[in-house]
């Protein structure tokens, strides 16, 4: 009979995010590279490119598994305009938001969390603001950007993985909107 510990349990490290097709992530990249460049600090790759809806952190795969089968809120397809750079300051992240946000997408981001509370999730207090993180370590630039619009249908879940000094996205599931 052995004392040892059994292994500790495999945790992902998990975020529910709109994810844009390959012509999306494309129009974002070559829309805003000058802006980025600008900006200066470390920009994201053009594959990594996405809208996080609800931070998930640390899953073990019992939760992973209630996750795949949950329901996310059915809001329909919607469409989110992209045409407003922003800089924030404190993490100096240089970001693509919209000026308005499209009910959907609220509440999407809602009635997600209202799924996610009985799994034992808890919502971050901050105020959600849906945006594209286009570099970091950045400097504040006051651009104009040409409306990008990204027909969104899908919610995806997401895994992030360390991958060396950057973080690797898979994508594990998407359902319908």
């Known amino acids: ?3 040892a510990a059994p292994p500790p349990e495999r945790k992902r490290r998990l975020f529910f995010a ?3 097709d390959a012509a999306v992530r494309q129009q974002i990249a070559r829309a805003t590279w000058p802006a ?3 900006a200066g600090g470390k920009p994201t790759p053009a594959e990594k490119l996405h809208v996080t809806v609800a931070f998930l952190g640390a899953v ?3 939760r992973f598994a209630r996750l795949l089968a949950l329901e996310p809120p059915r809001v329909g397809p919607f469409e989110l305009v992209l045409d407003r750079l922003q800089f924030a300051g ?3 992240l240089f970001w693509l938001t919209c000026r308005h946000l499209p009910p959907p997408l609220l509440a999407l981001e809602q009635g997600l969390w209202q799924a996610l509370e009985p799994l034992g999730f808890q919502r971050e207090p901050r105020l959600f603001r849906p945006h594209v993180t286009l570099a970091r370590r950045a ?3 006051d651009e104009e950007i040409r409306a990008i619009r990204w027909p969104v249908d899908a919610l995806a ?3 992030s993985t360390p991958d060396g000094d950057s973080t690797a996205y898979q994508v594990v599931h998407t359902w319908p909107l």
Request: overall charge positive; proline content about 5%; aromatic content about 4%.
């Open 1 to 3: 009979m052995s004392d």
């Open 18 to 20: 709109l994810w844009p």
């Open 36 to 38: 980025v460049r600008r």
């Open 60 to 62: 073990g795969e019992a």
């Open 90 to 92: 404190r993490k100096r």
């Open 139 to 141: 400097r504040g630039v």
């Open 157 to 159: 879940l997401v895994e």
